[in-house]
């Protein structure tokens, strides 16, 4: 699994111009899923983004964790991060996970988030999604699980 994580101060998704979720200071994570991805991998990923550290401690160093500042996290499904762009001037998504398996390993993710985190927002699998955001520095990390 793919999850691109931007610390922000706040950050929404809409769809048909409804808010269906948003967060205060936290992280937003936009993620992909990968043919090869099980649930094991999906606990992995989201145990890495409540626990990696990037928020300032007191002398400003990323020292804290999402877990640490009790922060918001806002999860937006996006399989285009799992792109294959290497040739051409078209991406090819062959390296996503088909739409049936992509679906049910976010649900799993989200499912888990909000069992284990207070603040749990998402986006809307396969919808066509407005998301907005305040980046926070800008920080931004690529992580892999």
């Not at 398996?101 to 985190?117: I, K, N, Q, T």
Request: glycine share 12%; charged share 20%.
């Amino acid at each position: 699994m793919i999850g691109l994580l931007q610390r922000v101060t706040q950050a929404q998704v809409q769809v048909d111009a409804a808010l269906i979720g948003a967060i205060g200071r936290g992280l937003l994570v936009l993620v992909a899923v990968q043919p090869t991805d099980t649930p094991t991998r999906a606990e992995r990923l989201l145990e890495r983004l409540l626990g990696y550290r990037v928020f300032p401690d007191r002398d400003g160093r990323m020292n804290l964790s999402l877990r640490d500042i009790g922060g918001g996290l806002l999860l937006v499904p996006q399989f285009t991060l799992a792109a294959d762009t290497r040739k051409g001037t078209r991406a090819s998504f062959t390296s996503a996970a088909p739409p049936a398996v992509g679906e049910l390993l976010f649900g799993h993710l989200v499912e888990r988030a909000r069992a284990g985190h207070p603040v749990v927002a998402t986006g809307r699998f396969g919808a066509d999604m407005q998301v907005s955001l305040v980046n926070d520095g800008p920080v931004t990390f690529w992580l892999e699980a």
